[in-house]
């Protein structure tokens, strides 16, 4: 892997420099920007409609134009885990003195996290007409307003702190619907809290003045209150980081080499799942477990699932740790099957209310294991009989359920560590993970669907004829097909764990009995009469994925008055087969139940450009946006 990892560093570096990346040209001795004036106007969906007009001096008569740096895209101030995005469109420029075509191109560092808009204005085919040149430059922005309880604002670094030509005269004005209501302006470094010149509201519109020089790594940044809804769509635009792919900025055809050439590096990887399988006792049938006291030698597993017979009752464990034996994780089904299972067992009472469930703690001694334990606790913190919690998904900031779900992994966890049931263990999760498809499967979709294209392919060639080098094509591709998918299997082997042949033998106990639960009928079912089996194997259906057809199996047996229509564990005003709360959701309500919890919000950006008080607490740079400019 660590070759495979060069081998993807060195592509990207090749890459970059074939893109022809490459420092534009500084701006020459004696630029200067005579006059910068901006205007800002807030419209009443939140969009920040601006026109700049730059009056540039350039130092020398060798110069093709101006650009224009503006920054859409930055780390989110108030969560470091999150992005800040402005969405900058309609740009539009226009000069009567000098060339005005233009083009955007966009610079990314930070693992793409800060983007920087490029607008380079001018041909390299043509100069400027002398050493002034007049531009206008329009464009629009999503995202770039605040939104506090009391007001909204627009905080931003409106000249940006890299020019790399000094600024001798700046004014910025600002109009918003209904006023605006107080001001604040910075000048400096980014981080100062010198005022600017001047700043005042004249008519309900924010004037803005910087009369000294802006000069390198200095800039404007403004502030403009609102009223409190003056105008919609005064939240930011808040997203994920950028992805793997983008973050780096490789492109689709790269990575596919690049995982090409890292699959035929660990191409050995179909010796190693081999290598990997579980253990099984010699010449026991599966599903036994050699008397205390007598060894048995152990062997590679080799017995394929369907020559395991099928049990009529479900191993001694709990459902949820049968559930981490058969696929080596622990989800949120293996939470709602242990909540299931203590209400059936008495420890807690499930109550239904106009489609909102609650459990309610009924006796905590009789949680027995210790995962049940970690769950009743996580839950019920004081352990006081009567307390209830509500399935629903948490409010913000409230991690209690998310906590306890995590409790009830590392409890399982640790059940399978020191019962031995492993030779590895699988891959284990920093928090209990959601049910549901995840890359592996995709990817195994995606062999399959360039499989049976390879196989039309040849099918064609066949018919119709193909060019000579098709064929050798065809042969390189499929076994680098089948290096990638023996890597899936390893990664599959891998996250799966190995069992020793203990751990192997109760995995075919609870194989045989989701044999069972799949197959049984109603009139085929074992029971004693006034014994409620869907009660009893109700957590058991949750692990296997069986919930539904057991339900509408035992349902049968309620219509034939076999089983009671109303379970202990679950009081509502239906019978539980009535409310609505079918066995399948149960696993929907739980993973709701223990989701991470929403993160608080407090507004747009970082925090606001005005204090508690009257007075500013700005600086410049503080503000979104930034950017800045020069010649080339």
Known sequence: MRRALGVLVSMLAVGIALAGYAVPASAAIGDRVRSMAIAYDVSADGVLHVTETIEYHFGDTDRHGIFRDLVVREPYADDPSKDQRYDVTNVQVSSPTAPSEFDLSTTKTNKARNQVLRIKIGSSGDTVPGQDATYRISYDVRGALRHFPDHSELYWDATGSSWEAPLDHVTIT?????????VACNEGPPGSTESCNEKQIVGGKAIFTQETDVVRDEGMTIVAGLKS???SNDLPIVVDPPGFLARYGVSWPAAI??????ALVIAGGKVLVRSRRDRRYDGMPPGTVPPEGLTVP???DRLAEKEIPVAFAPPDITAAEGGLLLDGKVDTTEVAATLVDLAVRGAIRIE???????????D???????????LLKGLFPKQQPGAEVRLVAPAVGDTLPQRAAEGVGEALWQRAEE???YVRMPRRPKVVESSGYGWVPLGCGVFLAVLVGLISLIVWMVKFGAPYWLGPTIAVALPVLAVLNAVVDLILQNRKGRRDALGRAITDQVIGFRQYLTTAEADQLRFEDGEDIFSKYLPWALVLGLADRWQQVCRQLVDAGRLTAAPAWYSGSSSYYDSGWTAASISTTV????AEPPSPSTGGGSSSGFSSSSSSSSSSGGGGGGGGGGSW
């Open 229 to 231: 809804g003056a105008v």
């Open 298 to 300: 152990t062997v590679r």
């Open 591 to 594: 993973s709701s139940t223990f």
């Open 257 to 262: 080499v690049s995982v090409i050439l890292t």
């Open 364 to 374: 905590a001694e009789l949680a027995t294991a210790t995962h049940e334990n970690a």
């Open 174 to 182: 600002v109009t918003v619907p209904q006023g605006v209501t107080r």
């Open 419 to 421: 019962r031995k049931w």
């Open 352 to 362: 239904g209310e106009n489609d909102v469930r609650t459990a309610v703690l009924v």
